[in-house]
Antibody, heavy 118, light 112 residues
Framework: EVRLVESGGGLVKPGGSLRLSCAAS????????MSWVRQAPGKGLEWVGR??????????DYAAPVKGRFTVSRDDSENSVYLQLNSLKTEDTAMYYC?????????WGQGTLVIVSS | DIVMTQSPDSLAVSLGERATINCKSS????????????LAWYQQKPGQPPKLLIY???TRASGVPDRFSGSGSGTDFTLTISSLQAEDVAVYYC????????FGPGTKVDIK
């Protein structure tokens, strides 16, 4: 059974930083592209970024609103993917989901909530 | 960037009746190299993460009931629920993955 468990969310002030983690199990993690998708309260889905496999150089892509501020990384030895959030803005307030895949998103975690507020 | 739109914003359908949701992309998501449409559909029930329903515009994901079907090509796509069940109340999103992924705004489906 595929399982994705996010952690690290919380309340942070504008301009602050946060690191989200996602522990994965139930599939061959090292062979999978991984992504983060967010959802602001009461709003739709927004893809944030993705990371390819180690054999593909762990190359990353980001959505325009977060490029230069957010960084996706992975540790295949820990079956984990991370999202570093820097220079946070109030509009980054959202539930952040860890998902398998880089195109279609087959499996989703339950999400971790990030609130950016002074 | 490819912009995704959906219509209607919401709809209410009687149990057992058909529900139809439309999705339009600002550019074609049909690849000439493999003749596949890079279009997926997701279902999100209240308080839950989304669930993949359809990919390649018309291929049902594992375990998805056959009352859900996807159709269309190029820039115009449709998700059809042939006989609405109570458990289908949800928001439905289309998503293109031809370029870096992008979602439509969602369509809320309720029971009439």
């Amino acid at each position: 059974e595929v399982r994705l468990v996010e952690s690290g969310g919380g309340l942070v002030k504008p301009g602050g930083s946060l690191r989200l983690s996602c522990a994965a199990s139930g599939f061959t993690f090292g062979s999978a592209w991984m992504s983060w998708v967010r959802q602001a309260p009461g709003k739709g889905l927004e893809w944030v970024g993705r990371i390819r496999t180690k054999t593909e150089g762990e190359a990353t892509d980001y959505a325009a609103p977060v490029k230069g501020r957010f960084t996706v990384s992975r540790d295949d030895s820990e079956n984990s993917v991370y999202l570093q959030l820097n220079s946070l803005k109030t509009e980054d307030t959202a539930m952040y989901y860890c998902v398998t895949g880089g195109g279609t998103f087959d499996y989703w975690g339950q999400g971790t909530l990030v609130i950016v507020s002074s | 960037d490819i912009v995704m739109t959906q219509s209607p914003d919401s709809l209410a359908v009687s149990l057992g009746e058909r529900a139809t949701i439309n999705c339009k992309s600002s550019q074609s998501v049909l690849s000439s190299s493999n003749n596949k449409n890079y279009l997926a559909w997701y279902q999100q029930k209240p308080g839950q993460p989304p669930k993949l329903l359809i990919y390649w515009a018309s291929t049902r994901a594992s375990g998805v009931p056959d009352r859900f079907s996807g159709s269309g090509s190029g820039t115009d796509f449709t998700l059809t629920i042939s006989s609405l069940q109570a458990e289908d109340v949800a928001v439905y999103y289309c998503q293109q993955y031809y370029t870096p992924p992008d979602f439509g705004p969602g369509t809320k489906v309720d029971i009439k």
